[in-house]
């Protein structure tokens, strides 16, 4: 039988200054592997949903298990430990550091998990080299190999980076907010290259492009 990545049973989740829930779920069930596309207009709930299954948020009832384990029974601490050893976000401006190296800021998660840095290798030369490889795959390699920084990079390509820090070494779930068009149009570009990537079939992926109205 498939993993499960993510199971939501009854969920409910609603702002403070709100009456109605913004996430009223009866039941979602993501297996490993399968890829995920969310869609619905500005307010609907998209990034308040990632935000839950990151444990930034917590669920107002219901249960919401990531890899089998109940967010709601852990604390503040213990959440954001295991969002940063088990998931990977591409946030939706990039957030990439221009002081650091392409493969610095694909290394950079690692400074803040010893588990996800040990599946990265040993040490950090081959952490370096795993680095390396992702932005490989990713169709990085000549501004890799020229040493360019983050700022001289295309929109696209610092997608890429973006997208290179979040799976490095990552074995849960991706986690993509986006907005518009224009970055919609990107993800599916995005897509393509993981699609033909072997390498990370076995991850959950939960994209989230928006729908402006």
């Given at each position: ?26 039941e ?6 399968e890829?995920i ?13 990632l ?11 219901g ?17 954001d ?10 946030f939706q ?28 290798g040993?040490n ?7 680095a ?7 169709g ?39 907005s ?8 599916w ?5 993981l ?6 079939h076995?991850?959950?992926c939960?994209?989230e ?5």
């Open positions: 039988m498939t993993e499960a990545v993510l199971e939501l049973k009854d969920v409910c989740f609603r702002w403070s200054n709100q009456d109605r829930a913004t996430i009223d779920l009866p979602l069930k993501i297996d490993q592997g890829r596309f969310l869609q619905g207009p500005s307010g609907s709930g998209k990034s308040t949903l935000s839950l299954v990151g444990g930034i948020l917590v669920a107002e009832s249960s919401l298990r990531v890899l089998g384990e109940e967010l709601k029974g852990l604390s503040r601490a213990r959440r430990a295991f969002r940063v050893t088990h998931l990977g976000f591409i401006l990039f957030n990439l550091l221009p002081y650091l190296s392409l493969e610095e800021n694909v290394l950079l998660p690692l400074r803040f998990s010893k588990k996800r840095a040990q599946r990265a040993s950090q030369a081959e952490r370096l080299e795993e390396q490889r992702l932005l490989t795959a990713l990085l390699s000549e501004p890799l190999k020229e040493g360019r920084p983050v700022v001289e990079l295309s929109v696209g390509q610092q997608q890429r980076v973006a997208a290179a820090r979040a799976l490095i070494c990552l074995h849960a779930t991706n986690l993509t907010p986006a518009g068009e224009g970055v919609r149009a990107r993800f570009s995005g897509c393509g290259v699609q033909d990537w072997d390498g990370f076995h991850q959950g939960v994209p492009p928006h729908r402006h109205p």
